[in-house]
């Protein structure tokens, strides 16, 4: 691993964001409004009803969009590397397959801190959020999203180099796609039989039940989110596995050389 | 492709000439990396490119005109994410010499979408010399450029083969410009190598007036070619 390499895929990003403010505003203002939105239907139920919605549904809100936040940092970086027909310059360089991943993970690393940075803020601030409703969960409640969504991210990007640019709409609806199986705002238990099998090994699944299991006041137990933890990284050994399986392929074929919307099959 | 074997001795500039679709920029691709060929290796000082990928690939670089650096970034920010990817000492000292070289100080702080496609090449080439390449790739690199700026870069990379004994893959369907400045020529017709030889003298061996004459003579009629030179 070469770390020059790996700081090279970070540095093209911080030049990107430092001179587009296009760049900067996403990266904060989806979170905001979403955060703004459910804040205030979270404030309105608990005005017609008895319970306090702000863990569970305003909670769970900010921990999904830190998980897409997460997804989205990994697939952005690499789409300027396609909207920029950068790829053979790129490729040709002595940078390796796992020094470029691990280079868009830390460039979402960065970006998603300061979505979730801002969805803390807001969250804390106007509709009184504390992260200490969940206690020292919260960390592995965090940790297995970001893995989790580090993983669809890498997966994203598979799916992209493997069909061509015009895939990148097949990545933009994965975490919309995802949010009635994994149980964002509602228990797994209303869903049918089916969709419960799919649930089970999505590990965003075991943060959202453990989260409402704790904040409703049930034992604490780790298992369900260690379970999560494996699943999630299960997911993102796939993921690498499966990125590494397309560039090969994208090698042997020269895919690489002539990579556009067009000449992709 | 079929067959192709040939190697790029230090200090030598080798043309790679053929008609379009003859396999000229295949052939560059499965240098550095980005086509894997059916058979065969691919070696640069020692190092096999399907073994030791980033060995092999940090000894070469490459400039064509098909492949300009990101328009979104400036011609410094550019060089310096690649002087990172290349792992260059002292980077900031080897981008300035480097924008002296191709005349690119003016342009250091503009995105390089915004250049012609004269001063894009440029800046490729500058990214191709930034890690002092042993083996440096140039799919018609002068392309784009008028005859006065070529001539400017033919003279650079020139002298960058004489000072750093590189060796040198050049492609172009200029006749003139091969004849000038590359030692050996390699014609490629319907993926093979059809002829090998010095451009100065090949020409004569098959009874045409130059370089052009053969090239055409390549291009029409590989069949007989191939017949005389065997």
């Known amino acids: ?265 | 492709m079929d067959g192709v074997s040939f190697c790029v001795r230090p200090g030598e500039i080798v043309g790679l000439l053929g008609p379009n679709g003859a396999g000229k920029t295949t052939t560059i691709n499965m240098v550095m990396g980005v086509l894997e060929p059916d058979s065969g290796f691919i070696a640069v000082e020692g190092s096999f490119l399907s073994t030791q990928r980033s060995n092999a690939l940090s000894r070469m670089n490459f400039a064509a005109g098909y492949a300009p650096l990101p328009g979104n970034l400036t011609v410094y920010q550019n060089l310096r994410v690649f002087s990172l990817l290349y792992s260059v000492a002292h980077p900031r000292n080897r981008i300035d010499a480097l924008l002296e070289q191709f005349d690119l100080r003016k342009f250091r702080h503009v995105k390089c979408g915004t250049l012609s496609s004269g001063e894009q090449t440029r800046v490729s080439l500058a990214k191709a010399l930034l890690n002092h390449p042993p083996l440096l790739l140039l799919d018609e690199p002068t392309a784009s450029l008028d005859p006065a700026t070529a001539r400017r870069i033919r003279l650079e990379i020139r002298s960058y083969v004489d000072e750093s004994r590189a060796g040198v893959l050049w492609t172009s369907h200029n006749m003139h410009e091969v004849a000038e400045v590359c030692n050996r020529v390699l014609f490629l017709s319907r993926g093979r190598i059809l002829l090998e030889g010095d451009p100065k003298t090949l020409p004569a061996l098959h009874g045409k007036k130059n370089l052009e004459d053969l090239f055409v003579a390549v291009a029409l009629e590989p069949l007989s070619i191939e017949q005389v030179s065997q």
């Open chain 1, 1 to 265: 691993m070469n770390f020059h390499r790996v700081a090279a895929v970070l540095l093209r990003y911080a030049y990107l964001i430092r001179g587009s403010l296009s760049r900067v505003f996403p990266l904060f203002t989806w979170v905001a409004i979403d955060m703004v939105l459910w804040g205030y239907l979270t404030r309105y139920l608990n005005t017609i009803t008895t319970s306090n919605f702000v863990p569970t549904l305003l909670g769970a809100v900010l921990l999904w969009n830190f998980f897409i936040r997460v997804m989205q940092g990994v697939t952005m970086i690499f789409f300027e590397d396609v909207w920029s027909r950068n790829f053979l310059n790129v490729f040709s360089t002595p940078i390796s397959v796992g020094e470029y991943l691990l280079g868009l993970v830390l460039s979402s690393v960065t970006t998603s801190l300061i979505g979730l940075g801002v969805m803390l803020a807001l969250a804390t601030a106007v509709f009184g959020f504390s992260g200490m409703a969940y206690g020292a969960m919260a960390i592995p409640f965090l940790l297995v999203l970001f893995v989790y969504g580090i993983s669809m991210g890498i997966l994203g990007c598979a799916l992209v180099l493997r069909l061509g640019p015009a895939a990148e709409w097949f990545i933009w609806p994965i975490p919309a796609l995802l949010s009635p199986f994994v149980g964002v705002l509602y228990p797994l238990d209303i869903l049918p039989a089916w969709m419960r099998e799919v649930a089970r090994v999505l590990p965003a699944s075991y943060v959202f039940e453990s989260l409402r299991s704790l904040v409703l006041g049930h034992a604490v137990s780790f298992a369900p989110v260690l379970w999560g933890m494996g699943l999630a990284g299960l997911h993102l050994f796939a993921a690498c596995w499966v990125f590494r399986a397309v560039f090969r392929r994208a090698v042997r074929t020269g895919l690489i050389a002539r990579y556009s919307s067009e000449s992709v099959s």
